[in-house]
C-alpha cells in the first residue's frame, strides 16, 4: 500500500458501500456466497454507474451481521447406546 493510499483508506464500517469482494473477505465467504444473499434480500446490492460493479451497502451489511445468531457453547449430552440383536434362527 503506498504513503498516499495508506493516508486515505476509510474502514468499511464508515463507508456507505463496500464492494462484493470487501464483503466476502469481511464475512469469510465467497463472492458467490454474496450475490446469492444479496438475491435472497438479505443484503442490499446497488448499482452507482449503470453497467458498474454491484456494491453492498454498509447499512444491510452492519444489519445482517447483526442479526446472525451466536452459537451455543458446546454442551456435552450423556446418551445411552441402543443395540439391535436378531438371530435367523426361529
Known amino acids: 500500500m503506498t504513503e498516499s493510499a495508506a493516508q486515505t483508506y476509510v474502514p468499511w464500517k464508515d463507508r456507505a458501500f463496500v464492494s462484493i469482494r470487501e464483503v466476502a473477505q469481511i464475512m469469510a465467504r465467497s463472492p458467490d456466497w454474496v450475490r446469492n444473499r444479496i438475491g435472497e434480500g438479505r443484503l442490499v446490492g446497488r448499482q452507482l454507474q ?39 434362527e426361529p
Open 50 to 88: 449503470a453497467g458498474g460493479p454491484v456494491v453492498v451497502t454498509v447499512a444491510s451489511l452492519v444489519k445482517f451481521i447483526d442479526g446472525v445468531e451466536a452459537i451455543a457453547p458446546h454442551v456435552r449430552v450423556k446418551t445411552s447406546a441402543i443395540y439391535l440383536a436378531f438371530s435367523n
